[in-house]
């Protein structure tokens, strides 16, 4: 049973537009969800968060969103770049500082010039 | 230098093997982890770690055995590999005094079962 799911496998936007990657989740205990970026032969790298108590947060070109109602979270990366591609994996928590984060498949982004 | 760092980073081995991957941090944090991505499956969690004398089974917990040696040390270990445990294996960090639940990654290793 997948907890937080990337429907999409892959996305494609050209330099300078907007990307926005989503993800859905199934546990309405989940509180605090997580952004990661991937390059290849590299661990993933810690993104931007948001807590349940938020709907927004922005960090530069990345802001995160999140639909509690519809336990569904995006992330946009304004303007897009091509060191922005890479896989993106959300993840989430359930109830804070518990150090377990379940992760979604990932999304592979690709940012042409 | 990489706060956490994995060692071998590529393993080729046999089935029937057993096989040892290790991770350092220098963060100080005192939760590590070790996950498993397979392709099309996001990170799964085999085996974390609160602190030195606690180990907890993950998601993925079966053909697998952790020691954590000391605060900066957690090594994974496959008493018997077999091929479909070949995947990327990555260890991670995270401090509880934080209050949140964000977690360091190390560079993986690529395992390989034959």
């Known amino acids: 049973d997948q907890q937080v799911k990337q429907n999409s496998p892959s996305l494609s936007v050209q330099e300078g537009r907007i990307s926005i990657l989503n993800c859905d989740y199934t546990?309405?205990?989940?509180?605090?969800f997580l952004w990661y970026k991937k390059y290849p032969a590299e661990g993933p790298t810690f993104l931007i968060s948001?807590?349940?108590?938020?709907d927004k947060n922005e960090d530069g070109r990345f802001t995160v969103f999140l639909n509690k109602s519809a336990k569904h979270l995006s992330l946009h990366i304004v303007p897009s770049q091509p060191g922005d591609s890479a896989v993106y994996f959300c993840?989430?928590?359930?109830?804070?500082?518990?150090?377990?984060?379940?992760f979604g498949q990932g999304t592979t982004l690709q940012v042409k010039p | 230098d990489a706060d956490v760092t994995q060692t071998p980073r590529n393993r080729i081995t046999k089935t029937g093997k057993r096989i040892m991957l290790e991770c350092s941090q220098t963060k100080g944090h005192d939760r590590m982890y070790w996950y498993r991505q397979d392709p099309g499956l996001g990170l799964r969690l085999i085996y974390y770690s609160f602190d030195v004398k606690d180990i907890n089974k993950g998601e993925i917990s079966d053909g697998y055995s952790v020691s954590r040696q000391a605060q900066a040390k957690f090594s994974l270990s496959l008493e018997s590999a077999i091929p479909n445990q070949t995947a990327l294996y990555f260890c991670a960090t995270s401090d509880s005094g934080q209050g949140k639940d964000t977690q360091y990654f190390g560079p993986g290793t690529r395992l390989t079962v034959l």
């Open positions: 546990n309405s205990m989940f509180d605090y």
């Open positions: 993840a989430a928590s359930g109830s804070s500082n518990t150090g377990k984060l379940i």
């Open positions: 948001i807590s349940s108590i938020k």
